[in-house]
């Protein structure tokens, strides 16, 4: 079960759904807004995310997602006929695929609930994707499901076939199509996430350059994002991550010498926490992680976080909550409450192209 939300219920309006990127609106990437939650001292102040290297100090080390943003809605067609929308998530052991069905809506794609395992459906360019079972198969092969363990039959290989034949994700809140490029962060390396890992999306070359001259530390990771629950509001499930030794060999020397690791993104505080022990020193690792970082499980590694605004039902705001306690906030729900209260009545954005949060101590 999903932990409860740490803040109060709210209508999200229409006008803070941020529909089109920043650059649509004639800013830069990095010019979206800031909410500074400084969680020692209880404090919020507004900025801009290009004023990023202010709130920050030499020694502090960011660590980045290096996962490009695939392709991954695809037209798919079954055998009566029907067109739907597949969603192309997270490729398993064994080379199977999680991958969501949905229907063509006036917008955008809408939830499909009448799948059903066995069925074969077409893709564009000769390829084919067959449901095998729901995903995570918790009862009965027929339950409905909203995601599906499937087989990816293709003319070539997923990421140029996705490049060929799929677009971006997106949803009713983004009112008309944008190129891939809108979607990809500047630290994207390696394709092979489903939805952009968003947190990075307002760094720029010339902000990058600005925080290293001043003596803060950037290390990658990677973790591939599956599909959100958008409607259904699931917890996170099993996701491809990379952790390399020199990534973790700076995340220990900054951890000893009692500087600050900031995420940057719910993706990296999952990845890197997925590898740290319980003493605070992360290894090395490789593979599929499904942790939920819940008030039952401390943070071990992470202290700082950079990430955009979510809904009052999303499992993020739990990790969220840790983050601020493990930054040094004694009130972290209180504070959390309030930085949201603050966000919706000063207009910040929500979503992918949306503004920004950054929660450290100091």
Same mark, same amino acid.
Request: charged share 20%.
């Given at each position: 079960?999903? +932990?409860?939300?740490?803040?109060?219920?709210?209508?999200?309006?229409?006008?803070?759904?941020?529909?089109?990127? +920043?650059?649509?609106?004639?800013?830069?990437?990095?010019?979206? #807004? $800031?909410?500074?939650?400084?969680?020692?001292?209880?404090?919020?102040?507004?900025?801009?995310?290009?004023?990023?290297?202010?709130?920050?100090?030499?020694?502090?080390? $960011?660590?980045?997602?290096?996962?490009? %943003?695939?392709?991954?809605?695809?037209?798919?067609?079954?055998?009566?006929?029907?067109?739907?929308?597949?969603?192309?998530?997270?490729? $398993?052991?064994? =080379?199977?695929?999680?991958?969501?069905?949905?229907?063509?809506?006036?917008?955008?794609?809408?939830?499909?609930?009448?799948?059903? +395992?066995?069925?074969?459906?077409?893709?564009?360019?000769?390829? #084919?994707?067959?449901?095998?079972?729901?995903?995570?198969?918790?009862?009965?092969?027929?339950?409905?499901?909203?995601?599906?363990?499937?087989?990816?039959?293709?003319?070539?290989?997923?990421?140029?076939?996705?490049?060929?034949?799929?677009?971006?994700?997106?949803? =009713?809140?983004?009112?008309?199509?944008?190129?891939?490029?809108?979607?990809?962060?500047?630290?994207?390396?390696? +394709?092979? !996430?489903?939805?952009?890992?968003?947190?990075? #999306?307002?760094?720029?070359?010339?902000?990058?350059?600005?925080?290293?001259?001043?003596?803060?530390?950037?290390?990658?990771?990677?973790?591939?994002?599956?599909?959100? !629950? $958008?409607?259904?509001?699931?917890?996170?499930?099993?996701?491809?991550?990379?952790?390399?030794?020199?990534?973790?060999?700076?995340? =220990?020397?900054?951890?000893?010498?009692?500087?600050?690791? @900031?995420?940057?993104?719910?993706?990296?505080?999952?990845?890197?926490?997925?590898?740290?022990?319980? #003493?605070?020193? !992360?290894?090395?690792?490789?593979?599929?992680?499904?942790?939920? @970082? %819940?008030?039952?499980?401390?943070?071990?590694?992470?202290?700082?976080? @950079?990430?955009?605004?979510?809904?009052?039902?999303?499992?993020?705001?739990?990790?969220?909550?840790?983050?601020?306690?493990?930054?040094?906030?004694?009130?972290?729900?209180?504070?959390?409450?309030?930085?949201?209260?603050?966000?919706?009545?000063?207009?910040?954005?929500?979503?992918?192209?949306?503004?920004?949060?950054?929660?450290?101590?100091?």
């Amino acid at each position: 079960m999903a +932990p409860a939300s740490v803040v109060e219920p709210f209508g999200l309006p229409k006008h803070l759904e941020a529909s089109e990127p +920043p650059e649509a609106r004639g800013l830069r990437r990095d010019d979206v #807004r $800031l909410l500074v939650s400084r969680v020692d001292s209880d404090s919020i102040a507004h900025s801009r995310f290009s004023e990023l290297p202010r709130w920050l100090a030499p020694g502090d080390l $960011l660590v980045v997602n290096t996962s490009g %943003t695939l392709n991954a809605a695809l037209e798919a067609t079954t055998a009566e006929g029907e067109t739907l929308a597949v969603h192309i998530s997270t490729r $398993l052991p064994g =080379n199977f695929w999680v991958v969501e069905v949905r229907r063509p809506g006036a917008v955008a794609s809408l939830p499909y609930r009448h799948a059903r +395992p066995g069925t074969t459906m077409a893709l564009r360019g000769g390829g #084919r994707v067959t449901l095998l079972a729901p995903y995570p198969l918790v009862s009965e092969m027929h339950a409905q499901s909203r995601l599906w363990m499937a087989v990816l039959e293709l003319p070539e290989l997923p990421v140029p076939y996705l490049e060929r034949f799929g677009t971006p994700i997106r949803y =009713n809140y983004v009112t008309r199509p944008w190129p891939s490029s809108m979607y990809q962060t500047i630290f994207a390396t390696e +394709p092979g !996430s489903a939805e952009m890992p968003s947190a990075a #999306r307002p760094f720029t070359p010339e902000l990058i350059t600005r925080l290293v001259s001043r003596g803060i530390q950037i290390v990658p990771l990677l973790l591939h994002t599956g599909v959100a !629950s $958008l409607e259904d509001h699931e917890p996170p499930y099993e996701e491809y991550f990379r952790v390399t030794s020199e990534t973790v060999d700076r995340v =220990n020397a900054v951890r000893r010498a009692g500087n600050r690791v @900031i995420a940057v993104g719910t993706t990296v505080v999952r990845a890197l926490e997925t590898v740290t022990d319980r #003493r605070g020193i !992360s290894h090395p690792g490789e593979g599929w992680t499904d942790l939920l @970082i %819940t008030p039952e499980r401390e943070l071990r590694s992470v202290n700082g976080l @950079i990430t955009g605004f979510h809904e009052p039902h999303a499992t993020h705001l739990a990790m969220i909550e840790q983050v601020i306690a493990a930054a040094g906030g004694d009130r972290p729900s209180l504070h959390l409450e309030r930085a949201y209260d603050e966000a919706l009545r000063e207009g910040y954005l929500w979503h992918e192209f949306g503004d920004s949060h950054l929660i450290v101590s100091g």
